[in-house]
């Protein structure tokens, strides 16, 4: 197997602990070393949205609670340092009851206490806005957390407010939710029976995203905005989906078809499989983890192993497999992975060197 070199400087388990984990989860203790010898990245948690509705605090450990993980407590700090998630996309996600004049001023508000949660454990997590950054944090032993923004029309009144962002702070932003605003048309029905794709408005901030080099992330928004987005945005820049299923495996409005897989990885983007059952496959209660490894594989499938990734949507009030309530389950799709025939080094770019690869080729 390789070993990523942002691992070196990371604390390795013992065999004796290997082994217990595996025991644990029911599969090889071979499963679990290979997934501890990689960078484990998620391209999207949403469990900030709990701190700053319930006052949910992710520095603390939680248990899945009465819903037994369903919906939420899937994660928090000290859990995905237990489950070895060695880097992730942390969301702000945009208010859509808010009125417009307001949503820049609370997505501001937002970020500077996302980044003062991060700041309460800076021994342990780091803010990173490039690979190069991730890299660094991870020789120091830390997680590297990303920063994106979920729903663009945070920025509705005034495009001019994604200038006021600190330079790369923002690593990626979701063009829209499950509402239609101002940018343009979700997939989801709460688009109320509009169609279309995405307006001049929201051509104009895809550009505006790709000058500061901040990834346009195109899950949620509707067919003809994808390819909207597609058609205006710079060549020379990846496109992401950061959470999603696609529809070769489950057709469903939240997913993908396989024309949107290629156009995504034709300009070198990856595509993060979420693990919400119901967009997975036809039961929203007895999702099963190999569900989100039949995801994986269709996009390997029609794209190549150099596209596929995990984008969660830990705590975005999924209701994750049964055999997969929260993240200390992950080395489960490891082993289901190395089943199927696939190899070390596909397993490890599906993990997280899909992503670093598209990270470095927008920022370094």
Not at 52 to 79: A, C, E, S
Not at 195 to 211: D, K, M, S
Not at 216 to 236: I, W, Y
Not at 318 to 346: A, H, N, Y
């Amino acid at each position: 197997m390789t070993r990523g070199s942002s691992r070196a400087a990371v604390p390795v388990m013992d065999a004796f602990a290997v082994s217990a984990w595996a025991n644990s989860l029911g599969i090889s203790p071979e499963a679990v070393a290979l997934y501890l010898a990689s960078d484990v990245i998620d391209l999207h948690i949403d469990s900030f949205i709990w701190s700053r509705i319930f006052g949910y605090d992710l520095t603390k450990r939680h248990d899945l609670g009465p819903l037994g993980g369903r919906y939420f407590r899937q994660v928090d700090f000290p859990r995905i340092r237990e489950a070895h998630v060695t880097g992730a996309t942390w969301v702000v996600t945009t208010n859509i009851a808010r009125k417009a004049p307001w949503r820049a001023r609370t997505l501001f508000r937002n970020l500077e206490k996302l980044c003062s949660t991060f700041a309460k454990v800076d021994g342990e997590f780091a803010i990173v806005r490039n690979t190069a950054e991730y890299r660094a944090a991870r020789a120091q032993g830390k997680h590297g957390a990303f920063i994106g923004v979920q729903g663009g029309n945070a920025f509705d009144e005034n495009l001019a407010f994604l200038e006021a962002v600190p330079d790369g702070l923002i690593l990626r932003v979701t063009l829209v939710h499950l509402s239609t605003s101002k940018m343009g048309v979700t997939s989801s029905p709460l688009s109320l029976g509009a169609t279309g794709g995405l307006t001049h408005f929201g051509r104009e901030f895809v550009e505006r995203l790709n000058a500061r080099k901040v990834f346009v992330d195109l899950a949620h928004v509707s067919r003809e905005g994808f390819f909207d987005a597609v058609a205006v945005h710079d060549k020379s820049q990846p496109l992401l989906v950061t959470h999603t299923g696609v529809s070769g495996v489950f057709p469903h409005w939240r997913n993908l078809d396989d024309e949107q897989i290629r156009s995504i990885a034709h300009t070198g983007g990856t595509i993060g499989i979420m693990y919400q059952s119901g967009f997975l496959g036809p039961s929203t209660f007895n999702g099963r983890a190999s569900l989100i490894v039949d995801h994986l594989e269709h996009v390997v499938n029609v794209a190549g192993e150099d596209h596929a990734s995990l984008g969660s949507d830990w705590d975005g009030m999924i209701v994750p497999p049964t055999d997969m309530p929260s993240c200390l389950e992950l080395p489960k799709l490891v082993q289901i992975m190395l089943d199927r025939g696939f190899s070390p080094e596909r397993i490890q770019k599906i993990l997280g060197g899909n992503f670093l690869r598209v990270v470095s080729a927008l920022r370094g």
